[in-house]
């Protein structure tokens, strides 16, 4: 069974940091493109980073040099997101995500970012 488990949210002022953490299990992980996706309140659930497989990145133009999406394919298993220079606008439920063309897509609980104003 495929779980993606996220951590690492929580309250953080403008300008401050934060790293999310996704750890899979059940799936094999290096055939994944891994992303984390956010979901502001009365928003629809947006694209924030994605990594490849084979490790290339994309973003959404509004965390462009502000955030950074790892994977660390070990043994650990994890995705991560960097997140600096937080604004009040970052604040969302931030999902992991896993996708394969040919077996699936596998979503995480979620974990909520707060940037108050």
């Known amino acids: 069974q495929v779980q993606l488990v996220e951590s690492g949210g929580g309250l953080v002022q403008p300008g401050g940091s934060l790293r999310l953490s996704c750890v899979a299990s059940?799936?094999?992980?290096?055939?994944?493109?891994m992303g984390w996706y956010r979901q502001a309140p009365g928003k629809q659930r947006e694209l924030v980073a994605l990594?490849?497989?084979?490790?290339?990145?994309?973003y959404a133009d509004s965390v462009k040099g502000r955030f950074t999406i790892s994977r660390d394919s070990s043994a650990k298993n994890t995705v991560y997101l960097q997140m600096n220079s937080l604004k009040p606008e970052d604040t969302a439920v931030y999902y992991c995500?896993?996708?394969?063309?040919?077996?699936?897509?596998?979503w995480g609980q979620g974990t909520q970012v707060t940037v108050p104003t």
């Open positions: 059940g799936m094999f992980f290096g055939i994944y493109s």
């Open positions: 995500n896993a996708e394969h063309q040919r077996i699936g897509v596998h």
């Open positions: 990594i490849t497989s084979a490790g290339t990145t994309n």
